[in-house]
């Protein structure tokens, strides 16, 4: 079992729907994070948690230390929302710098 | 300001032969970090280099080194490469100390054939 499951797999939505992404993960960490990755390869840190919720334009990230889950959620969310995100964790205590990664959501977002 | 920066884009090797991929972090950066993205694994760390030292590697065989220059630029090798090492690199970097924060680059997709 990985330590890091995201869920679902695949998303498809229409332009203008509330999304979510979730994230559960089996150890204990020190700080989640929430990645971003278009067409091509390139990642974008769109945030990174150890408590609480976070806010970023249509964007919302929260995580509870207790039940080891964290969602993702895009309020009207547009085409452009199109990508993989990714769910990464660091392990408490664990050595700096690697991190460890859920296999991500793919979303498509249709007009 | 520049983010970071990886060459080549793409690279195409044959099994048995050796690959290096390049990193250029964010100026100010002294930490490097280089990940694996293979079709249906997800992202896998791989090195960790600060301030020119390794500090960390992930579970990968020893055929995958690298090392990191004075000026923080660093370099990914894969020697005697195999078809499995087919996969998207990503390089990212940050502050020293600051690993929580890391700002990636846009991969080198290599491709063993």
């Known amino acids: 079992k990985n330590e890091v499951e995201q869920s679902p797999q695949n998303l498809t939505a229409q332009e203008g729907e509330f999304i979510t992404i979730n994230c559960s993960y089996s150890?204990?960490?020190?700080?989640l994070h929430w990645l971003q990755q278009h067409p091509g390869g390139g990642i974008v840190s769109l945030f990174m948690?150890?408590?609480g919720k976070k806010k970023h334009g249509r964007l919302i990230a929260t995580i509870n230390i207790q039940e080891k889950h964290s969602s993702l959620h895009i309020t009207a969310s547009h085409p452009r929302d199109s990508a993989v995100y990714i769910c990464?964790?660091?392990?408490?205590?664990?050595?700096?710098?690697?991190?460890?990664f859920g296999k991500g959501t793919k979303l498509s977002v249709k007009p | 300001e520049a983010g970071v920066t990886q060459s080549p884009t793409h690279l195409i090797k044959t099994r048995g032969q050796q690959a290096t991929l390049r990193c250029s972090p964010i100026?100010?950066?002294?930490?490097v970090y280089w990940y694996q993205q293979a079709l249906g694994l997800g992202l896998q760390f791989l090195l960790w280099?600060?301030?020119?030292?390794?500090?960390n590697r992930g579970n990968f065989p020893p055929r995958f080194s690298g090392r990191q220059f004075p000026n923080y630029s660093s370099e990914l090798n894969v020697n005697a490469l195999e078809l499995e090492d087919s996969a998207l690199y990503l390089c990212?970097?940050?502050?020293?100390?600051?690993?929580?924060?890391?700002?990636f680059g846009p991969g080198t997709r290599l491709t063993v054939t």
């Open positions: 990212a970097s940050s502050q020293q100390g600051q690993y929580y924060e890391q700002y």
């Open positions: 150890v204990g960490i020190s700080a």
């Open positions: 948690l150890s408590s």
């Open positions: 990464a964790v660091r392990r408490y205590g664990g050595s700096q710098g690697n991190l460890i």
């Open positions: 100026s100010g950066h002294t930490s």
């Open positions: 280099y600060d301030e020119g030292e390794e500090r």
